[in-house]
């Protein structure tokens, strides 16, 4: 079964505009970790923010921000104030910490193209 | 500090010919995984190494195999490449929970069988 799911393969949005890109996950682990990074065409994966499964607040870095909503199993990123920059494929990880597994799974991602 | 560094950045090879990649971790950073990256599969879980023992490996063949160093570098090898070996390997590092201070990746090598 799929762990994690992102439902939107593409989207445009307008520079200085926020957007929402939107992650569910799948978990009997009460413990984990769920990741997002950013992938722009050169490869690299550069990672965003966190959140774990106990964090009572939201997560925030800079114009990222994470709309975590457990019992939903939802872990949506927010980008605000949108940059050209931010022209790149997002991808949403989960580790299950209880698994002792030691990975991270992806989902499918979702490329973001922001128009000037 | 210094991030991950993976050698080479691109490679070309012939079918049934074999292949290392290298992986040099964050100082300090014990636990080195590998994935692989297509765009038909996405990103999926090769295998994770620490402190010299592969804890985990994912669903491939045997012809993929890894090993970490006791200075934390991490290689794998393809042997027999085959066309479908064709992908982005990325490497990642991380302190040891992967929690919070999260994974960071390498800018990858991209693999090109023909």
């Known amino acids: 079964a799929q762990k994690i799911t992102q439902t939107q393969p593409g989207m445009f949005v307008q520079e200085k505009e926020a957007v929402t890109l939107d992650c569910t996950y799948d978990t009997s682990d009460p413990s984990y970790g769920l990741f997002w990074y950013k992938q722009p065409s050169s490869g690299e994966m550069i990672f965003l923010i966190y959140?774990?499964?106990?964090?009572?607040q939201n997560a925030t870095e800079g114009r990222y921000s994470l709309n975590f909503q457990k019992a939903r199993k939802s872990a949506n990123l927010v980008i605000s104030a949108s940059q050209l920059g931010d022209s790149a494929m997002y991808f949403c990880a989960m580790r299950e910490v209880a698994s002792n597994d030691y990975k991270l799974s992806f989902g499918a991602g979702t490329t973001v193209t922001v128009r000037a | 500090k210094a991030g991950v560094t993976q050698t080479p950045r691109y490679l070309i090879k012939t079918r049934g010919q074999q292949v290392t990649l290298s992986c040099s971790p964050i100082?300090?950073?014990?636990?080195v995984s590998w994935y692989q990256q297509t765009p038909g599969q996405g990103l999926q879980f090769l295998f994770e190494y620490f402190s010299e023992t592969q804890r985990n490996k994912g669903n491939f063949p045997g012809r993929f195999s890894g090993r970490q160093f006791s200075n934390s570098r991490s290689e794998m090898n393809v042997s027999t490449l085959e066309l479908g070996d064709s992908a982005l390997y990325l490497c990642?590092?991380?302190?040891?929970?992967?929690?919070?201070?999260?994974?960071?990746f390498g800018s990858g090598t991209r693999l090109t069988v023909v």
């Open positions: 990642a590092s991380s302190s040891s929970t992967g929690g919070a201070g999260g994974y960071t």
């Open positions: 959140q774990g499964s106990y964090d009572q």
């Open positions: 100082s300090g950073h014990r636990s």
